[in-house]
């Protein structure tokens, strides 16, 4: 039934602020910066949600929070890549495939500069101290939240929606996978990639996203996994019940993502080479991460050989420098610094400040 029910709360808030002929972008923004009390006369559904995103919940504690926040920073890059990468097979769900082709900003030439934007969300998010009340990733966590209803009403009204099949647009079943598939799944996956996450700090990276989820508007009947048993379940249910066609969207997405790595022909020097490098990166991740049906789907290039010389070459990386981790406090602290800051350039270098504005233009 999650796949029917998308934020009850947010869909009225928006609704209230629309029929009382203001800008939901408007109001956005002043309850992002100064809460309720910046929003003159606000729908009661609105000051639920201030309630709700500026009380911390009872289970909530920020210390196992900012550890798993620091967990997800240690991958650096690597984080947006993989998360990215195990995308694509989503891409089939026609669910999710119709909801992001309504956004305009998934498929084609958007697609690179889209997947910038959630790279810039995964950044502030796991910020140190990003989650505390207006902190940057907590608004940009509430701004999402906010800007889903604007999304899930224009995709619910168009002709292409048929609710019966899909059910809700951005509804609550995706707002538990893709977190956990982000927290868990990558931290077991990548240890076959030479990390040596361990249980305690994938459930600290659970943690983390499980409150994200929270100021996002999860509000669903199944409880967020806490342990990594949680985890493995949760991802043999959601793998379970995920329906998976050869919906021409889903392929559109899929390839427009794999071909937004390809260096562009007017790239020059060494930054065409970072980016040609980025591509055979995201290559092999495909090989490992994405099924062969989709694989072959979406007419990935098998490339046995960029597979193998990025497995040779990163494993052995990552386990060594994971066991300095574990061994050395200063080292550990160090490489958090260092990978911090390697992902806020990687960001910024990609992204101009024109590009981050989180409004969709559908192609519906």
């Not at 959630?118 to 101290?129: A, D």
Request: glycine share 8%.
């Amino acid at each position: 039934m999650m796949n029917w029910t998308g934020d009850p709360l947010s869909d009225k808030a928006v609704l209230s602020i629309r029929r009382g002929g203001r800008n939901p972008h408007e109001i956005t923004a002043k309850f992002l910066e100064g809460g309720i009390d910046a929003v003159e006369n606000p729908p009661e559904e609105l000051v639920q949600i201030w309630k709700e995103v500026s009380e911390d919940p009872e289970w909530l504690d920020w210390e196992k929070l900012e550890r798993g926040a620091k967990v997800f920073r240690r991958f650096g890059v690597f984080a947006y890549q993989f998360a990215g990468t195990i995308s694509i097979d989503g891409y089939r769900s026609n669910n999710i495939s119709r909801t992001l082709m309504s956004t305009g900003q998934y498929s084609d030439k958007t697609a690179f500069k889209r997947f910038l934007l959630t790279c810039n969300f995964w950044m502030q998010v796991s910020e140190e101290g990003g989650m505390r009340l207006h902190g940057e990733g907590w608004k940009v966590a509430l701004r999402i939240r906010l800007l889903h209803t604007l999304i899930r009403r224009a995709v619910y009204g168009s002709d292409r929606w048929d609710e019966k099949e899909l059910g809700m647009p951005i509804n609550q079943l995706g707002l538990l996978a893709a977190p956990v598939l982000g927290s868990a799944a990558m931290g077991i996956f990548t240890r076959a990639l030479g990390y040596r996450t361990t249980d305690a700090e994938i459930e600290d990276m659970n943690h983390l996203w499980r409150y994200i989820c929270h100021i996002m508007g999860y509000q669903g009947e199944a409880k967020f996994p806490e342990t990594v048993e949680e985890s493995v379940k949760a991802l043999f249910h959601l793998s379970c019940i995920s329906v998976k066609t050869d919906d021409d969207d889903g392929i559109r997405l899929g390839q427009s993502y794999i071909d937004s790595f390809t260096p562009p022909d007017d790239l020059r020097g060494w930054t065409k080479v970072k980016r040609w490098a980025e591509h055979k990166v995201n290559i092999a991740h495909l090989m490992m991460f994405v099924p062969p049906e989709s694989r072959a789907l979406l007419n990935v290039p098998n490339s046995r050989f960029w597979t193998l010389a990025y497995f040779m070459t990163h494993a052995p990386k990552m386990f060594i420098q994971d066991t300095r981790r574990k061994k050395s406090k200063s080292y550990a602290e160090k490489l958090d610094r260092r990978m911090t800051e390697q992902r806020r350039t990687w960001v910024k270098r990609q992204l101009s400040e024109a590009g981050l504005v989180y409004r969709p233009q559908s192609k519906f």
